[in-house]
């Protein structure tokens, strides 16, 4: 694959360096647009804090970072996708909220499909199909869209969902998406023939919880008491791997193995598998079979996701050709398909950082542990775990003084950290300067039990 | 229905059938021939005073989204229903005047006195839920109290008093406990306790969560805090119990957080099955192999998620036969943007999530769903539905104004087989107002054939909802009285032939949300006339069949003699 010329990244550039200072940014292409020269700005921005927030799932904090953004920069596209993608993530979404953002988006973007659907989402979850099915009508027909309105009436009225889903797997028969929603569709009027689909869905994508589940009850329905059995232990695994299960959601290294297990266990290695193997690998520092993992990956047929996730893993592989390769084709993508993905993504690179550091403060070995926190820093400025690693390691390592200064960068990014505002506190009192305190407290963005009990115990 | 023919029952699978139905529905119901509303709130008239109180102070603690629960009993054996309402309490260091206690309304000829106090139940802990059950086998309706904090075990004394013994029996736990139940888990015959649990919510150190902007709380979200595991309290038969649920394979992570809880026999085997309900993630179904080993074949049996696989918010929990086929089928409320569930059993525990084409979906996605009940309410021979709605989350509107923090309640009409139309808007105003509901037990108050509603309310008075619809149908209600060991017939199983069509009811502790209802069966009989013979499904397996029995009354059956002792006809409205 060419990496594209210095034009193309030169304007991805500007756009990105607006959030450069973000794990966000990092995610996308940090290490072209340092080769590139782009400089951070100078102090962190709302839209900074937004994102940081929205990365830590502190989402009802990032709403309100991205609205004052958007305040004073009612165009930004970055601020808007974001804003809207905030309203529908952790426990209060709002999903009127989100389409009023993209529709302001969308009034100025009509082309721009990513967003469009992702409105036709929102407007599904509404129940509001009439302004979903226009917003469909409006865009030119694509297996996208004969997937958008089939979903829409997948409850309503089964059997246009059904029409529409013949139309869309002529279009693409390897549409995993597609065959899973087949699955649900003929799984009570036609057992065997759902059973079908869900072979074909799972060897797309073994990691389908949805098909899983779906594939073991149709195989108990049928008979196969073996094969259901066995799906339903692999989507128990699944759940457990999302935190949903049984279990809490296990470490990357606790993961590891039952990737591995899944891995096993399915025919076909499919690229969500070998993609899920390799994050996980890159994770656990294993990276020379993180290497072997990502170039059996058939880079040609991967989504944007796909593609800049192999990106990520790619350069943390150090395989350099392959992870600018694959920046360079997300950041040919239209700005809000690659901003959704990573608005979407966890933070691959800095959660390696963090897992290191984290290992050698768990063995005790601080001096280890300060120097990766050290290098993790050069690497992401502003990730907040970090620095708040280094803060607990000064600490440790008997200099109180640098620990304010860390804790006090650390809630210049992060502000909703209560107990890093405790612990600075503590220390300003320590060192004498009780009068900063009250004002440190009253700089928190929220109330908080901690800092109410900070305030009685000094009587602020 | 009142003055119609009856429904003809759909076949499975006929959109238009049912169409056609739902324009009958609306075509027949009584509010086209007259202007009485069905249910009626009488909570003033008979003079239930009772105020739900958690004295919040907008710190939004946890622990005040979930309150109260609500029980049908008739503690002193005069054969009629009294009402014991749970309270709530405020923060520690917050003082309300007077005191939330939780209160035991007498039921003296239809008005209800408080008699709580005197009697020792007027608790002031934060309760949460209570159930009924025979702790001590002297066959007096004990009472087990649900806090956050020590839980309650009340011994009924002779009907004249109650004795605290949670502690000494070893039942108080700590912590949150949500919803219980009571029945012979091990089949000895006296009465085990199952307890749900939910999260570990400390007020010293709650998890703080809010919006930045306005500088405001929120209530945190489940996910915030671990879940508890629920309790397994075996009865030791000397008035100790023993909690086992580890040892015995009822075991819960800490990703689990409990709310509802049911004691069913769901595969007919002859022993209690358990299935409790997961605030987000996999419900659990315990299968028990008759001595109180279990087995969780939740995921298994098709009943531990929805039909996509995935977990969904469960609060209460209705078993009953929907469909005919004499199997318990379940009903799970759930949060907003998800629907109540409905899973049919089709034997050997294997259930199907049948909600797209139960009609429960749709209605329930915009309210989150609480105390949830399957009776019979219009007496036509099917089960009705009737859910308790209530967002969790005050300020819901300024977040998503779709929402609503107070909702209104919900009854749903069975159609025949399980399909079901909401009929709230044609069930009276008592249906259309909006409160932040939680508790919900069903019970015939008034001794009248028509089962009522009582629904609790947070921070508001209690509704109870007298049920005067007005139809030709006729009813039976029965009284049953165990055997020595379980006098309170908690298992038991009741058949009913009415004509071609059979129906079941159970003899059940617990269920709804936090709640209890009559443990009194009540059969709705069409128009028939016919008197009726029914056969019983004793706890201890033995079975047995009634005499003819008249129809329009309450009967007692004693399992000793299966004998006839009493034979009471129903009040007359005039009577009250």
């Known amino acids: 694959m060419p990496i594209e010329p210095q034009a193309v990244l030169d304007s991805a550039c500007q756009e990105t360096r607006r959030f450069y200072r973000t794990k966000l940014g990092a995610l996308s292409c940090l290490g072209l647009l340092f080769l590139n020269g782009c400089q951070p700005p100078d102090e962190p921005t709302d839209l900074v804090r937004g994102l940081n927030a929205f990365d830590e799932q502190e989402y009802l904090l990032s709403r309100d970072y991205l609205q004052r953004h958007l305040d004073l920069e009612p165009n930004s596209d970055t601020g808007r996708l974001a804003v809207a993608e905030a309203w529908r993530a952790g426990p209060l979404q709002s999903p009127s909220q989100a389409a009023e953002h993209l529709q302001t988006y969308l009034s100025r973007h009509p082309d721009d499909l990513e967003a469009r659907l992702n409105l036709v989402g929102n407007l599904r979850v509404l129940h509001d199909t009439g302004a979903a099915l226009t917003l469909i009508d409006e865009a030119p027909e694509s297996p996208r869209t004969l997937r958008a309105r089939a979903l829409i009436v997948e409850s309503a009225n089964p059997d246009q969902a059904r029409e529409l889903l013949d139309r869309w797997l002529r279009l693409d028969p390897e549409d995993q998406i597609g065959l899973a929603l087949a699955v649900r569709l003929f799984r009570t009027t036609e057992p065997e023939r759902a059973l079908d689909f869900a072979r074909r869905a799972l060897r797309l994508d073994p990691f389908d919880r949805t098909t899983t589940y779906l594939a073991a009850r149709l195989y108990r329905a049928t008979g196969d008491v073996e094969q259901a059995k066995d799906l339903m232990a692999r989507h128990q695994l699944l759940s457990d791997l999302e935190g949903s299960g049984s279990k809490s959601a296990p470490s990357p290294s606790e993961a590891l193995p039952l990737v591995r297990e899944l891995a096993s266990k399915t025919t076909v290695a499919s690229t969500s598998v070998q993609l899920r193997l390799a994050e996980l690998l890159t994770l656990t520092d294993r990276t020379s079979e993180a290497r072997d993992q990502l ?14 996730l192999v ?16 920046f360079a084709t997300v950041l040919e993508l239209p700005v809000s398909e690659h901003l959704s993905a990573q608005l979407r993504r966890r933070r691959l690179r800095q959660r390696v950082r963090e897992e290191r550091v984290s290992q050698a403060m768990r063995n005790l070995d601080h001096d280890a542990a300060y120097a990766l926190v050290q290098e993790g820093l050069g690497e992401f400025p502003d990730g907040s775990i970090l620095l708040a690693a280094r803060a607990q390691l000064e600490l440790h390592l008997g200099d109180p003084e640098a620990a304010r200064s860390s804790l006090q960068q650390l809630l210049e990014i992060a502000p909703w950290r209560d107990r890093d505002r405790v612990r600075l506190a503590e220390l300003l009192v320590a060192n004498g300067q009780i009068d900063e305190v009250a004002g440190l407290l009253d700089a928190a963005p929220r109330e908080s039990p901690l800092l109410d009990q900070l305030r009685r115990k000094y009587q602020l | 229905m009142s003055d119609s023919p009856p429904l003809p029952k759909p076949s499975a699978g006929s959109a238009n059938h049912r169409s056609i139905l739902v324009a009958l529905l609306v075509l027949f119901t009584p509010t086209s021939t007259t202007a009485q509303d069905w249910f009626v709130r009488v909570t003033d008239p008979v003079g239930l005073t009772f105020l739900h109180q958690d004295g919040r102070t907008g710190e939004k603690h946890y622990v005040e989204t979930a309150a109260s629960g609500v029980a049908w009993i008739d503690f002193d054996q005069d054969d009629d229903l009294d009402l014991y309402l749970v309270n709530g309490s405020p923060a520690p260091g917050i003082e309300l005047t007077p005191t939330p206690r939780n209160a035991l309304f007498e039921n003296r000829g ?8 005197p009697l020792g139940v007027d608790d002031a802990a934060f309760g949460m839920g209570v159930c009924a059950g025979d702790a001590n086998g002297d066959g007096w309706i004990d009472l087990f109290v649900t806090n956050y904090g020590p839980d309650r075990l009340y011994l009924n004394q002779g009907g004249r008093s109650f004795l605290e013994v949670a502690g000494p029996a070893g039942v108080a736990g700590s912590g949150w406990s949500s919803s219980c139940a009571f029945g012979d888990l091990d089949g000895d015959g006296d009465h085990d306790l199952y307890v749900t649990r939910y999260v570990d919510f400390d007020y010293a150190d709650p998890a703080p969560c809010g919006d930045p902007s306005a500088k405001t709380r929120y209530y945190c979200r489940p996910e915030n805090f671990d879940g508890v595991p629920d309790a397994l309290y075996l009865n030791q038969g000397n008035g100790t119990f023993i909690e086992a649920g580890k040892e015995r394979g009822v075991s819960t992570a800490a990703t689990e957080r409990g709310f509802g809880v049911s004691l069913v026999d769901f595969d007919l085997d002859g022993d209690l099955d358990i299935y409790a309900a997961n605030d987000g993630s996999q419900n659990r179904l315990y299968e028990n192999d008759g001595s109180a080993r279990f087995e969780d074949v939740g995921l298994w049996s098709g009943a531990g998620l929805s039909a996509l696989g995935v977990p969904e918010a469960g609060m209460g929990i209705a078993v009953g036969d929907l469909n ?4 318990p089928d ?15 059993n089709l034997g050997d525990l294997q259930f199907e999530d049948v909600t797209e084409t139960s009609g429960l979906g749709p209605p329930s ?24 709605n209530g967002h969790m989350q005050e300020g819901i509107e300024q977040l998503e104004p779709r929402l609503k923090y107070p909702q209104p309640n919900q009854l749903f009409e069975n159609l025949g087989a399980g399909r079901f139309v909401e009929v709230s808007p044609q069930a009276g105003a008592a249906w259309q107002t909006h409160a932040v509901s939680r508790g919900l037990a069903v019970g015939d108050w008034n001794n009248d054939g028509r089962l009522d509603v009582v629904i609790s309310n947070t921070n508001d008075r209690v509704d109870l909802l007298e049920n005067r619809i007005e139809t030709k149908n006729h009813w039976l209600g029965l009284s049953l009285v165990g055997p020595a060991e379980n006098r309170l017939a908690l298992g038991a199983v009741v058949t009913l032939q009415n004509g071609t069509s059979k129906q079941t009811r159970g003899v059940r502790s617990g269920g709804s949300f936090q709640s209890q209802s009559d443990l009194r069966v009540h059969f709705g009989l069409g128009q028939s006339q016919e008197s009726v013979r029914v056969d019983i499904t004793w706890p201890n397996g033995r079975r047995q069949s009634s005499p003819r029995l008249a129809i329009d009354r309450y009967h007692t059956l004693r399992y000793d003699d299966l004998a006839t002792t009493k034979d009471r006809a129903p009040t007359k409205p005039s009577d009250r």
Request: aromatic share 8%.
């Open chain 2, 330 to 344: 379940l009903v799970v409320t759930h949060f907003s943007m998800e629907t109540n569930t409905l899973y049919t």
């Open chain 1, 311 to 326: 990106g990520r893993l790619a350069s943390r592989s150090a395989l350099d050709e392959l992870a600018k390769a694959c």
């Open chain 2, 110 to 117: 239809g008005k209800f006195v408080d008699v709580a106090s």
């Open chain 2, 324 to 327: 005919g086929d004499l199997l």
């Open chain 2, 365 to 388: 996605l915009e309210y989150v769903g609480w105390g949830v009940e399957l009776f019979d309410f219009d007496n036509d021979g099917d089960l009705d539905l009737a859910v308790a």
């Open chain 1, 295 to 308: 170039e059996a990956i058939d880079r040609t047929d991967l989504s944007p996701e796909q593609t800049l």
